[in-house]
């Protein structure tokens, strides 16, 4: 399990700096857009194998709360002039997705649950970011929405 945490770590470190810095909304888009989908994309594959209920609860939470905010940031691009692009997971999160793939029964599930917390952690700078520091009015009310569900989905993470 040990090989996970130097990933989760780094995309940690990496998303501290940018989220203190102004983003474009245009980045901000393709950011959250890249979040959501690395959360999705994780979660469908750990539903296909895992045994614990804990786990397959909070990976079908996460389909369906990242889908919402897929949407509410795409329709708060379009109200900001930003024309949303198909998201694409950085090489980080391809990474992440490799080694869930690669991990059979409850190391799978471990693997979800540490590349989880890192992903929410930096979801949430991202977020609470583009809300402090953003230009886009409808992408700052977007993020501001998003950022509690994300603390949400942290305390239930703290619990696993």
Not at 69 to 94: D, E, F, I, W, Y
Not at 95 to 117: F, H, K, N, P
Request: no cysteine.
């Amino acid at each position: 399990m040990m090989r996970f945490v130097p990933i989760a770590a780094l995309a940690v470190s990496m998303a501290a700096p940018a989220a203190a810095q102004q983003m474009a909304p245009a980045d901000y888009v393709a950011a959250a857009g890249a979040s959501d989908l690395y959360e999705k994309t994780s979660s469908q594959l750990v539903l296909q194998s895992t045994k614990n209920a804990k786990i397959r609860s909070f990976a079908q939470m996460m389909v369906g709360d990242h889908n919402k905010s897929t949407a509410m940031v795409k329709s708060a691009a379009t109200k900001s002039g930003v024309r949303p692009t198909p998201p694409v997971l950085t090489p980080a999160q391809n990474e992440m997705v490799a080694q869930l793939r690669s991990a059979t029964g409850e190391a799978r599930d471990q693997a979800y649950v540490t590349q989880q917390r890192t992903a929410h952690e930096q979801a949430l700078a991202l977020h609470q970011g583009y809300t402090t520091n953003g230009s886009a009015e409808p992408l700052k009310a977007a993020a501001a929405k998003i950022v509690p569900v994300v603390q949400h989905h942290i305390e239930m993470l703290q619990n696993m």
